[in-house]
């Protein structure tokens, strides 16, 4: 970032803070490596750079200097101007200042299960919807989740596993019945962008999923549902997975306006956790993938 804001401050706060000792190429396993060749990638970091120098990087440092002001037992939860700040600064050139932030937070007291659930799942939503106000592209969306994702592997230290790049393998499938496959098109998109292996199944029977999660080790799997007539559908397309996969940790994610509008049936179907949009089912496979490398250990 160089010098930066105020007098050198985000030059100061980056020797500071360099409390993870990213490996040399780590981010190329999070996004696919075609958004790295695009000529303009830099410019669009530059575009973010003066606002996480002036404005982000000085309230990150109060941040900090607060910490030890925090009370014993404090359950501490982000704010909104947080998460904001999150999704600005997983955007920016300085790859250690995002992860300094959560660092920051985190010895705020917050624990990292909540920060996934109230800051790091809703900083990949808010991109999510700063791509559908036209404040930032694809390729935005594309960088700043990859980001997320691979701060969550590291705090949770799956991004060093052997074989880790191959067993990002995620399967997302339609049940019968099912029409409405935008939802689905638009996750892969990004699970794809995200760095994923991604293997579809439109419109599968237990049965055919059976035969896949046989065959094929998956880290997770999704299934998209956009009304509640095909929930029992789902629930059996689960229970197959679940009983037949050969990765016995798989986790499975579901997404879709049914689970939306009621989020008492991502239980109910027997899934592991639903995510509001594309950007946000990233970061799910993400923590699922991670959650089952610790249950495997």
Known sequence: MGQGGQDGVAFRFSSQFSVLDMPPGLESRFIAPQYFQRDDVAERQARIAGLVSSQIIPRLLSLHRNVSEATDGDTDHPTDQEIADLARLVLSPDPQAASAYIVALRDRG???????IELLEPAARHLG??????????????????????????????????????????????????QHGFGI????????????????????????LARRVKDRWFAAAGVTLSGRDNLGKVQDAITAIRRHSINPAIGVMVGGPAFNADPSLVAAVGADGTAASAPTAVLMAQKLFDIGVRNAA
């Open 185 to 208: 098109s638009m996750v892969e998109k990004f699970l794809e962008a995200g760095g994923w292996q991604v293997w579809s199944e439109t419109e599968a029977s237990p049965e055919i």
């Open 129 to 178: 919807e700063m791509w559908e106000r036209d404040e930032c592209d694809f390729i935005d969306v594309t960088l700043g989740v990859g980001r997320l994702q691979k701060l969550l592997a590291v705090f949770n230290c799956t991004h060093d596993l052997p074989a880790f790049n191959e067993k990002r393998t995620v399967l997302t499938m339609t049940v019968p019945g099912e």
């Open 110 to 116: 917050i624990c990292m299960d909540t920060l996934f």
